[in-house]
């Protein structure tokens, strides 16, 4: 399986805002296998993964990196702090954390031998959500295989 990564510096998001995605195509699926999301503010946000079963509007689709150079380019697509809700029918996926109130403050999720199945389809996917509170300013990656 080739894999890919995709990072951003996010928009601030909210509880039904996802500050970064990663969608599914219509015939690739993907398995996440690392999440990290680091605070760029000195005030605390609590954050949590959701899987999200709608698209709403996502925000700009950030460059997929391969690791491999010679492999294909991704078919599952990352974006940046979603600009309408796409939480409808999410599922807490009970990740959550709350970053501290410094510069630098962050989490770096792992998930083992299968991965965080995002099923085939281009409305699946994954997201960084407010938990609850203000939503901040956040440097986040997600590395995932297909």
């Not at 510096?9 to 039904?16: F, N």
């Not at 993907?30 to 000195?42: D, H, K, L, W």
């Not at 389809?121 to 960084?128: A, S």
Request: hydrophobic letters at 45%; glycine letters at 14%.
């Amino acid at each position: 399986m080739p894999r890919y990564s995709s990072g951003v510096r996010t928009g601030a998001g909210s509880t039904i805002l996802p500050i970064f995605s990663l969608y599914a195509a219509a015939a690739v699926g993907a398995r996440v296998r690392e999440i990290g999301v680091f605070n760029t503010t000195t005030t605390a946000v609590a954050l949590m993964l959701m899987r999200l079963a709608a698209i709403g509007t996502q925000g700009a689709g950030q460059a997929e990196a391969k690791h491999d150079p010679a492999s294909a380019s991704a078919g599952c697509t990352a974006f940046t702090t979603h600009a309408a809700d796409p939480t409808s029918g999410a599922i807490d996926l009970g990740y959550r954390i709350v970053l501290g109130a410094a510069i630098g403050s962050g989490i770096i999720w792992t998930f083992g031998d299968s991965g965080l199945v995002i099923p085939v389809g281009t409305t699946n996917g994954i997201g960084i959500i407010v938990a609850t509170g203000t939503g901040q300013i956040c440097d986040a990656y997600m590395v995932w295989d297909e």
